[in-house]
């Protein structure tokens, strides 16, 4: 985890990849949990709503950019966005 972005001017980076291991380049579902941690743990500047941009899959050459919205309320975290754009890769079927 660093403050530092390497493709732009973002708040967060996170994430690791390996071109060995075929995987997702962008985990939106860890996302949520990891904004939630980097605010409990003022990692990020607490605010009614903070927002971060989650860096990932830079090694593998599949970049992507998750956001990811935390509000909070009296010191509690209250709700989790992420989001983001996808870009289609494939199609397949499966007949069972």
């Known amino acids: 985890m ?8 973002r708040p967060a980076k996170a994430g690791h990849g390996s071109t060995l291991v075929s995987e997702d380049p962008a985990t939106g579902a860890a996302s949520g949990p990891l904004g939630c941690y980097l605010v409990r743990h003022d990692v ?9 941009v989650s860096e990932q899959g830079i090694e593998m050459g ?7 919205s935390v509000e909070s309320a009296n010191d509690e975290i209250s709700a989790v966005k992420i989001g983001g754009q996808c870009q289609f890769v494939g199609e397949g079927f499966i007949e069972v």
């Open 2 to 9: 660093s403050r530092e972005a390497e493709e732009s001017p």
């Open 44 to 52: 990020v500047v607490r605010e009614n709503v903070s927002k971060i």
């Open 62 to 68: 599949r970049t992507s950019f998750i956001s990811i």
